[in-house]
């Protein structure tokens, strides 16, 4: 897929700015440690840079940037609040103008970054297996590739790479299970319930705020008795093979009406109308955002679950990590993606700052950086990096002295070296260690009469 010459014009008229140079890596510690009301007070040196390294390769796994709500008009969401929603930009489930655009900004700044780090040459042209960027096939995910490439190599006319009809899931991106057997089911069901009905019991004041500033008993929905009051005990799971773990309950509809809500307020200027009329604090919005992250949490993160679904994505960053000559590599797919992956790796428990989506915010880039010393051994720094929440409502350009937020991550049982940085060795082990999961939980269970291994 071809960058549309109208894209390249639009991207580099309206986000054309200059970037200056940058410092030393931040401390770890202090990633985000700014106020959401202070976007201005971030760290002015480069929080991605490390004295005495230099940069080899980066290797990027995306969600895509803000999309309209995933159902469009006429549907359940409209019936569940008698208040209007934003009117968007884009069709049900599709990059909104205002997330192309952020994409854009984040891309320029990736640029200006690896320029800096002297992995891009200026208004570079990669050479040939260079550069790869490579989209699941829905609109959402195509259109944030095409936007960030356009600012990272803006005069390169990037192919976009994708593997399935438009529109199209591409197994790749689809967090689905592709193993499945009796005994597996009731094991990773009984995992996802001990580790998590904790957290969805403790949602009963989350739902209680969502129902407030939707004025659900006021809508279509529960006039007609289609839906009642969200219940924190209703949660089923279901796990089929060849489908992406789904559930049914409260949870599931409190997690549509959550994500519209937090998507109406990242392009609602104003707060209140964003809230209905009502006027919420920040952290109301964290309150009313934590119900679609416990719910993104429940499906995928459990260890069964995450072995199983993030199974082909490990394999596609195994191998661009260890593939000759790759600079830059941009995987663009869905906060499923990072949240599966994540888990698979063994990354600790983290709440990211300064972001109402504490997990895997809208627009989210999973970052590998390798970087090599001045003894020629081989190092990982393994990233968040997100638009904070005032960065997306605000349209904040970014640049080396208003960088978008890092976090850095931590494996559990890996050490990090004094400048905070894992040894490459290690990483690829813990990777190889995540993919050789998904044959042990076959052999665990592929002895059940109903096993249905899809990947056989």
């Known amino acids: 897929m071809k960058k549309s010459i109208l894209t390249m014009i639009l991207a580099l008229v309206t986000l054309t700015f200059v970037m200056t140079g940058c410092g030393n890596h931040a401390n770890p510690g202090s990633a985000g440690e700014s106020s959401a009301a202070e976007p201005a007070a971030q ?11 230099t940069l080899d390769q980066v290797t990027v796994l995306s969600r895509h940037n803000i999309r309209s709500p995933l159902s469009g008009s006429g549907s359940q969401l409209d019936s569940l609040t008698p208040h209007e929603w934003f009117h968007w930009s884009s069709e049900a489930s599709q990059l909104s103008v205002r997330g192309g655009t952020l994409e854009t900004m984040i891309g320029q700044y990736f640029r200006k970054w690896m320029e800096t780090e002297g992995l891009f040459p200026s208004n570079y042209i990669p050479e040939e297996g260079a550069v790869r960027v490579y989209a699941n096939s829905k609109q959402r995910t ?6 960030f490439s356009a600012g990272l190599l803006p005069v390169a006319d990037m192919d976009i790479e994708s593997h399935m009809d438009f529109d199209q899931m591409d197994p790749v991106f689809t967090p689905q299970l592709t193993f499945c057997s009796d005994a597996y089911v009731t094991d990773a069901k009984a995992q996802i319930m001990e580790q998590f009905s904790g957290k969805i019991h403790d949602l009963a004041d989350n739902y209680k705020l969502l129902m407030e500033v939707t004025d659900m008993k006021d809508s279509p929905a529960w006039k007609d008795g289609s839906v009642s009051e969200l219940n924190t005990e209703d949660t089923e799971i279901i796990l089929e093979n060849n489908a992406e773990p789904g559930m049914s309950g409260s949870l599931k509809t409190a ?37 679609k992250d416990v719910y993104g949490d429940v499906l995928f993160t459990a260890p069964l679950v995450a072995a199983n679904a993030a199974h082909p994505l490990l394999q ?65 720094s393994v990233d968040l990096i997100y638009q904070t929440t005032d960065q997306l409502r605000n349209l ?16 559990s049982g890996l050490e990090k070296n004094g400048d905070g940085l894992y040894a490459a060795q290690d990483v690829l082990n813990r ?13 665990t269970y592929g002895n059940d009469a109903s096993v249905e291994d899809a990947a056989a």
């Not at 904040?396 to 494996?411: C, G, I, K, R």
Request: hydrophobic share 35%; aromatic share 12%; glycine share 8%.
């Open 43 to 53: 760290a002015a040196s480069c929080p991605l840079s490390f004295e005495g390294y």
């Open 142 to 147: 195509l259109a944030t590739a095409e936007f």
């Open 255 to 291: 997690c549509s009406v959550s994500d519209a809500l937090v998507l109406q307020y990242y392009e609602e200027p104003d707060p209140g109308k964003a809230a209905f009329g009502h006027k919420l604090s920040g952290e109301e919005w964290d309150a009313i955002s934590e119900i």
């Open 316 to 380: 596609e960053i195994q191998s661009e990590l260890t593939t000759d000559g790759r600079r830059f590599t941009f995987l663009c797919g869905h906060d499923s993606n990072i949240g599966s992956v994540l888990a698979s790796l063994g990354v600790e428990e983290y709440q990211l700052p300064d972001t109402i989506e504490k997990k895997t915010p809208i627009g989210c880039k999973l970052v590998f950086s390798r970087w090599h010393d001045g003894q020629g051994q081989s190092f990982f």
């Open 396 to 411: 904040t350009l970014l640049d080396m002295e208003h960088p978008p937020a890092v976090y850095p991550l931590s494996f």
């Open 431 to 443: 990777l190889q260690q995540a993919i050789e999961e998904y044959d042990r939980m076959v052999e």
